[in-house]
């Protein structure tokens, strides 16, 4: 069986940390499942966790006037979904379904805005690593917007 802390290392937005800042941020975590269909998080909710996605597939999606439910993105094994658990409000910006079942480690936001309060440093360390996923988010966001209204003309 795998640690969590060499799990946690595997994903991108956690790469080139130390062995002890991973296994301070692997101590937040553990295991979730999720099936096929089954909701993560709720846009306006409470954002008081986030995901490494380890199998499956996540997607984001936003409600859109006119349009209903729109997938903003698929997330895949590695990548992270939620990075409003770090930022105030602490609210889903997205809603995330389980496209198919997932397996995930889940880490509690509260325990490692606790940590990053008592270590600067590595609250810096984080925000700047989920910063970097908030604009490739919003990005993709945007772009996806742009896609759904602009192919019907000036819906």
Same mark, same amino acid.
């Given at each position: 069986?795998?640690?969590?802390e060499?799990?946690?290392s595997?994903?991108?937005?956690?790469?080139g940390?130390?062995?002890?800042?991973?296994?301070?941020?692997?101590?937040?975590?553990?295991?979730?499942?999720?099936a096929?269909g089954?909701?993560?998080? =709720?846009?306006?909710e409470? $954002? &008081?966790?986030?995901?490494l996605v380890r199998?499956?597939?996540v997607?984001? /999606?936003?409600?859109a006037p006119a349009r209903g439910s729109v997938v903003?993105?698929?997330?895949?094994?590695?990548?992270?979904?939620g990075w409003?658990?770090?930022?105030p409000?602490?609210?889903?910006?997205?809603d995330a379904r389980?496209?198919e079942?997932v397996r995930?480690v889940?880490?509690d936001g509260a325990?490692? =805005?606790?940590k990053c309060? $008592? &270590?600067h440093?590595l609250?810096?360390e984080?925000?700047?690593?989920?910063a /970097?996923?908030?604009?490739?988010?919003l990005?993709?966001?945007?772009?996806r917007?742009?896609?759904?209204?602009g192919r019907?003309g000036?819906s």
């Amino acid at each position: 069986m795998r640690l969590l802390e060499e799990i946690v290392s595997e994903s991108p937005v956690f790469d080139g940390l130390t062995a002890d800042r991973l296994e301070l941020i692997a101590g937040c975590a553990h295991n979730a499942g999720f099936a096929a269909g089954e909701r993560l998080f =709720r846009e306006g909710e409470p $954002a &008081d966790t986030f995901y490494l996605v380890r199998k499956g597939r996540v997607a984001l /999606s936003t409600h859109a006037p006119a349009r209903g439910s729109v997938v903003i993105e698929t997330l895949d094994p590695g990548e992270v979904v939620g990075w409003s658990w770090l930022f105030p409000p602490h609210v889903w910006q997205f809603d995330a379904r389980a496209v198919e079942d997932v397996r995930a480690v889940a880490f509690d936001g509260a325990c490692l =805005r606790g940590k990053c309060e $008592a &270590d600067h440093s590595l609250g810096y360390e984080l925000m700047q690593r989920f910063a /970097s996923v908030m604009i490739d988010r919003l990005q993709h966001t945007r772009l996806r917007l742009l896609d759904v209204y602009g192919r019907n003309g000036d819906s």
